[in-house]
């Protein structure tokens, strides 16, 4: 093929340039065609005039003559103001935040200008007295880093508020994010009518604490106060401009109160690795390194949940980040607040040896749960490593060596507004480890054989124990219960016992209902199952509609799966549901109800939806609007008052029930009275004193949104109704619930402390229904107990002697003994690691 000499003088050194770049391309393996092609466009490209605004014509040959000047071209090709600089630094300032940037230096003004046109053909110049070649008209690149920037947004996840706040010139992006985030959780503390309580004398000492800067560890029972303690805390860092970040370290409740997780704000991952590992992941991240530096205090609520993995990692992170290796924590503030008799930190099937960082994925199958352990010793397979190293996943953050008395102050709240002072007394003497007689007869009364279960939750409800009820005027049953432990069924019986309750619970109203708690999400989903397929109506099915908009490496999706509401909701007519409380609303409960009906959405609830969030949460709004059109019905559900709920006897005193949760505590937006076009048999289900307590209602359910945030910033959520199935719910799902009544029963499998923490969930001594559980199922997690005796007095680690590594010398034999490079092998961790606890599965 020939190719035809250009007539422009600049031609000989056009042809000169390309037969040169074609030679050093030939040298790669490219097939003859393609080295064709590039010539012909080297040639195409070298040849074209490029016309200037102004009149004047700029061509390549009098380019040529900036060359002998010897300084670089910067062709900024996707850039703010796009052209040809002279300058590195004015050339960095037009892509600094610009989205989608593209740009290179030359040293021909020639090379410059063709990088530029490739993308750009039709592009004019016009040089300037700087010697620079401004784009004329800049319209295509505008669009393009228009596109971008959109699309990088949508990486970065959504600012909160950003349209209200966008109008702030030369605020930095993420100031707006974090302000407006901070607005609106302010907004939400301020509105808790919690957030008005003067403290009490407790409570002011834990605050006074804080204020003054302390490290300090706030535990208590159900309702002593320690959210109100924790709003009051928030609302003062808040007023007096402090950098702080709320978190919880529960993934379930963090999603339930519109917090960060804990892990999330760490940035660790899964904190798989070394230290030195996670910390340098850490630090190569700006937005991270920030905010570890910059935030005065950390507050983490559900600190049961907390792992000494990561308290470890929070106290070395800070330290190494902040420059700051001798003091703990590095000088940042750290609020821990919960309940340590509550849900122990679970394990999301990961953990790594501390000493080569290597991952060891634990499956949750029967031979590996002694692995998942608290404590438990396992054998790296890194054949290079091959040590012995402890889980520390599962383990109390109190349990780790940063944890240190000295450090943090220990308040422990004992005074509570629980309305039930009797089973306040129950929990409390079982928390410090003690049954007395009085604490046994009061878990006898309860006890309940399956006949007992049976006839009591078809006719009328359990018959409430005088106070004082000993053998002598206790129901027959419960009298052959105080002659001993009660026996185990059978394993005919127990099934039999599951097939007679299925039948019956489905036929139970609201006011003999008992919410079977148990201790695996998978027991729950097996009984909702049995009992919503004992219903005979139609079905419906709600699949709850999840985005992710950025995945960072603690997964946004896995957080999502462990919220309060699952992927799919299976409901039929008369099916018994947990409508879920509010996140910042007045209803702060959960209540129960049935199923009534389905009815297809007003199109004045869309509009409610639309208006409700038009403002910077279009993504969210369309997808709320996308999953009502695709489900077409939303349910309606009879519910009652919560106080109607309860157990005849049992009114409720003080604050327990909150004091946003009245009898009129609003359900639902849109709430028609009973006896509607929808409702079923409402007069069945009228209140009996009308002076205490509404009327029953019925409510159409709106979907809800749940939300991931990540350094304020919404990356996922997921779009669902706020309802479960009401027959049986896990301890994980029903973390900070109360219900009028609970079943437990032996015929799960209870792991330490955990029969305990399901105690929690019943409103009422009376509310509480056992069936064949001993006694001995309620204690506590000893480690807890040791802890809580140990609390302000001495540093832990000298109360717990179970869970330490074996010593050096023995670990470097058992080392040596076993194989190198062999699966993972827990050694023997009952005699090492203390009382095994069994994972939430
Ligand atoms: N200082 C106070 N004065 C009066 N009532 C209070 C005070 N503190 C808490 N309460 C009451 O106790 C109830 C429970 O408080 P709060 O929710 O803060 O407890 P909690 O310990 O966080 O409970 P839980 O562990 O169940 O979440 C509140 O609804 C409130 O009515």
Redesign the pocket.
Known sequence: MMLQQPEDPVGPYVWFTALVNTFCLARKPKSTLALLGQLALMLKRSTRDIQPSHGTKCTLSESLAHTAEGRKYYAMRISRNPGIYRSWSKARSLIDGCAGARYKSFSTVAEAMAFILEQFPNATFTKNVNGEYIMDDPSAVNEIVAAASLKKDKLRGIVFGALEDSDAAGVPYDSIAAASRLRQLTAAWEAD??SR????PE?QQAFDAIVEGRNVCIT????????????HVKLHFTRSHRVFAPTSACAMRSLMRGLESTQSWMGVGKAIGTKRQILSKVRKNAALRKAWIDTDALLIEDVSRLSAQLFELIDYISRELRKAPDRPFGGMQVVL???FY?LPPVLSGAISCPDCGQSHRLGFEKENMTAHQPGAILECINEDCGKLFQNTWTMFAFEAPAWSTDEIIHID?L????GDTRLATLISELRAGMTTDETSKMLASRAQTMDAVITTETSTELPPPSPNAGPSNAPEEHQQQHQGPPQSPSPEQQQLFQQQLVGKTVQNTTATFSVNITPTEEDASNINMLCISALTTSMAVFEASDTVIKSFDFSSRGQLREGPVDESLVLKRGAMVILLPERHGTQ?RPRLGRICGFVAPSPEMQAQISARLARGLEAVRDAMLEWISKHQLLPQVILEPFEEQLAPGAALA????????GPSGGAGPSIESAGGPHSENPTRLQPRSAAVCAPATVVTIEPRTWTVTFKDRLVAWRIQLPLRLAYAVSLDKSA?L?FPRIRLTSAHRWGPGQAHAAL?RSATVEGLHLYYMHDSSFEPTHQVVAFMATCGMQPFSTAITSRVLPDTDANEQDSKGHGRGKSKKPVDPSSLAGTPRKGSG
């Open positions: 009518p919690r309580l003067p403290l009490n409570q208590g029972m159900r309702a002593t106060g320690k959210q109100t303690l924790m709003l607040c919960g309940d509550e709240l005074r509570t507004y629980m702060m003080g604050g327990d029930l909150g004091s946003g949760a900070g109360v929690y």
